[in-house]
């Protein structure tokens, strides 16, 4: 199965000199006739690199999104624990998901051969 992703910025959160500092985004997956998508936040933290906002380019913001975001905490036995998260990686592969569940259950229901394209249209209506 080939999967089709697509990221789109839909909105952005701005703080003092135009800095970005959340951004709302969303990936699609397309497979044949199937399709689903997921909805993400991604906090931006100051990096070293600054880009005038009205020079910005939506493939710039996401990609600042798609770098790796690495979550430190101290767990209760007081020793520090951390995890780096992929974005793209985990919202195409929550969008396989989705379409994989799809088609398992398109093949677990289905079109009944008696009833005509015609039959459906009529009935839908």
Do not use: H
């Amino acid at each position: 199965m080939t999967i089709e992703y697509k990221w789109l910025v839909n909105k952005v959160t701005v703080v003092e000199n135009n800095l970005i500092s959340m951004v709302e985004l969303t990936v699609t997956g397309t497979s044949d006739s199937n399709s689903a998508s997921a909805s993400y936040f991604r906090n931006l933290v100051r990096g070293d690199s600054f880009i005038p906002y009205e020079q910005l380019t939506e493939q710039q913001v996401l990609n600042w999104c798609f770098s790796p975001e690495t979550i430190t905490w101290i767990d209760q036995d007081g020793v520090e624990q951390s995890i780096t998260k992929l974005l793209k990686d985990e919202g195409e592969a929550q969008v396989a998901d989705q379409i994989e569940r799809q088609l398992a259950q398109a093949a677990a229901e289905p079109k009944l051969p008696w009833v005509t394209q015609d039959e459906l249209t009529t009935s839908e209506i």
